[in-house]
T-cell receptor, first 115, second 107 residues
Framework: DTAVSQTPKYLVTQMGNDKSIKCEQN?????MYWYKQDSKKFLKIMFS???????INETVPNRFSPKSPDKAHLNLHINSLELGDSAVYFC??????????????FGNGTRLTVT | DAKTTQPPSMDCAEGRAANLPCNHSTISGNEYVYWYRQIHSQGPQYIIH???NNETNEMASLIITEDRKSSTLILPHATLRDTAVYYC????????FGSGTRLQVQP
């Protein structure tokens, strides 16, 4: 049973396109996150939702828009994709937080390549 | 927010204990120390966390100094599958992971 699942695993698209990444967690956690891991391997928070409410919105271009239809799902929509958006995007969840005073559980990532 | 510093890389022989150090000299009293690892390009995996006392679970042991300014993650019998990047994080810093320690377990 996958605790935090993301789809798709790989996403290759052209500049200017709009794409979405989906995330679901079956842990019953209240908080979900989107992280971006760039080519230098640093993992940075992008967004966090607690019970469908946006809690954290780091300095991210407004082309990125998270949507949480319920507390088990947090999707990431990206408009007008740019080359610099190429990265691995990880979804995560935690029972509490943010800041997460309980462990983060990560999905296996979505590798986005913009050509 | 507490900053953490870790050595960029370490080697360990298979079957031996791997001791991964972390400095967090500015940690505040209510911040936990968390350890995660990332194997190849998978999602980070939670290992263990602690506040003041030493902790042990099925994966590892965490030793926190009395002044809480540093900690050590111990993998008691490292295997090749433990080769990964290990991240030490103070809970309020968990929003951004640092560069971690790349542990290479040698056969």
């Amino acid at each position: 049973d996958t605790a935090v699942s993301q789809t798709p695993k790989y996403l290759v698209t052209q500049m200017g396109n709009d794409k979405s990444i989906k995330c679901e967690q079956n842990l019953g956690h209240d908080t979900m996150y989107w992280y971006k891991q760039d080519s230098k391997k640093f993992l940075k928070i992008m967004f966090s939702y607690n019970n469908k409410e946006l809690i954290i919105n780091e300095t991210v271009p407004n082309r990125f828009s998270p949507k949480s239809p319920d507390k088990a799902h947090l999707n990431l929509h990206i408009n007008s994709l740019e080359l610099g958006d190429s990265a691995v995007y990880f979804c995560a969840s935690s029972q509490e937080g943010p800041p997460p005073d309980s462990p983060l559980h990560f999905g296996n990532g979505t590798r986005l390549t913009v050509t | 927010d507490a900053k953490t510093t870790q050595p960029p890389s370490m080697d360990c022989a298979e079957g031996r204990a791997a001791n991964l150090p972390c400095n967090h000299s500015t940690i505040s009293g209510n911040e936990y120390v968390y350890w995660y690892r990332q194997i190849h390009s998978q999602g980070p995996q939670y290992i263990i966390h602690g506040l003041k006392n030493n902790e042990t679970n099925e994966m590892a042991s965490l030793i926190i100094t009395e002044d809480r300014k540093s900690s050590t993650l111990i993998l008691p019998h490292a295997t090749l599958r433990d080769t990964a990047v290990y991240y030490c994080i103070a809970s309020r810093e968990a929003l951004t992971f640092g560069s971690g320690t790349r542990l290479q377990v040698q056969p």
